[in-house]
Each structure stands twice: as C-alpha cells, then as structure tokens.
C-alpha cells in the first residue's frame, strides 16, 4: 500500500489530526507526519497535550485524541501500520522529493498560513516543500481548513489551489447521520478524507444507508 504523508498545522482542530493517522495506520499504512510549531501550540491548548518536536513521542501524539475516543470502543485491527516521524526543517527526509513515491498528501488541520505559502509556492519548511512536490508531481494534495469566517485572500489561496490540483476539503461535518457525540463529528470529516485517499473505512453511514446506531 502507498505511503501517505500527513501534516499537522497551526490551526483549530487537532483532534482531526490524531483521529485520521489511527484511522490511517489501523488501514495499515504507513504515515510520514510532520508537525508544525503553531500546531504545538494549539495541541497545548485544545487538548491538554505537550509536543515536543525534538523528542517527538508518538504515543503521546495519539493519546491526545482521547476527547474524541472516550467512551467508545475501538476494534484492534488485525494488522496495524506505522508512523515516521520527520522534523518540519529536515529537507533531507524522502517526502521532499518528487522521486519518493506516495499515495497522496493530508494537511490536516490547515492554517491560513500554511495554505498562503502552499497556493504562493514559499516552502518555508518541509511540510510546503512536501505539499508543492504532491502538486508538481500530479499527486493527491488535500488540504482541510478550519477557519471562519473566511476572507477574500483565504477564499483566492483556496482558489489557486484547487486550480493547481489541489483538494480544499474542510471541516465542516455533516448530520444527517445523526451524530451522537464529538467522535461522530470528528469522523465525518476523517472518513471524507480517507474517501479522498482511497482508504476503505467504515467511520459513518453514508447517505443513503442505514445507521446501525440508530436502530432498536
């Protein structure tokens, strides 16, 4: 199966970024993950949950998801993928060239201005030079902002994106599935990136199907 790269940026959110890479990895696939320094922050003060990027702790990362996983059980999958870790300054990792083979490229939450220097090609660090290689290689890119209300110079980043090839996909869950609790909202969003992906999940029940957490 295709690597895939997610990046964790400086916006609101962060319960979409450790939600999707569990989803990802229980689909066993491997996840190149870079993190932001604003993303740092914002995982401080959302989820309770000190980073550090130096000495970067996975399990740490994933436990912070647990606002969304209380009180709900999780099905250990049969085989399990695995995360690499890669400094947002080492330009050395395989994800900035063109050369390394991927299934596609997450940003996840995206900052405004992250997506500012994806749709005005500044790599600044490694998760820009990761997201311009996906475009110029023709590859998925899928960027999901959380920000409202928007301006007209976020509304033209997205613009410019979309028309580099780029998927805007942001986070705005659904309810017409009935959501029950926040892991219901959370899902909705991971499951439409894993649709963007290719990646099988079964997080919700799509339009036209039955909800079995709805039935008596």
Not at 8 to 18: E, F, H, K, P, R
Not at 72 to 83: A, C, F, L, Y
Not at 123 to 146: G, T, Y
């Amino acid at each position: 199966m295709s690597d895939i790269v997610v990046a964790v940026t400086g916006a609101s959110g962060s319960v979409y970024a450790t939600r999707l890479i569990e989803v990802l990895r229980d689909s066993s696939r491997t996840v190149h993950l870079v993190i932001s320094p604003a993303a740092v922050e914002v995982f401080q003060r959302e989820l309770n949950v000190t980073i550090d990027l130096e000495r970067f702790d996975l399990q740490q990362f994933l436990s912070a998801g647990s606002l969304a996983n209380s009180g709900r059980e999780k099905d250990v999958p049969s085989t399990i993928g695995k995360v690499i870790y890669h400094h947002f300054r080492d330009y050395s990792a395989g994800i900035a060239s063109g050369s390394f083979l991927t299934g596609g490229m997450v940003i996840c939450p995206c900052s405004m201005g992250t997506l500012a220097c994806v749709a005005g090609g500044h790599s600044q660090n490694l998760i820009h030079r990761a997201a311009d290689v996906h475009l110029k290689e023709r590859r998925k890119l899928i960027v999901v902002p959380r920000e409202t209300p928007l301006s007209l110079i976020a509304l033209d980043n997205m613009k410019r994106l979309v028309e580099a090839g780029a998927v805007v996909l942001p986070a705005m869950p659904g309810f017409y599935h009935q959501p029950q609790s926040i892991q219901d909202l959370v899902d909705f969003v991971v499951a439409r990136i894993c649709d963007q992906l290719g990646v099988k999940q079964d997080l919700m029940a799509r339009w036209g199907q039955s909800d079995e957490r709805n039935k008596t």
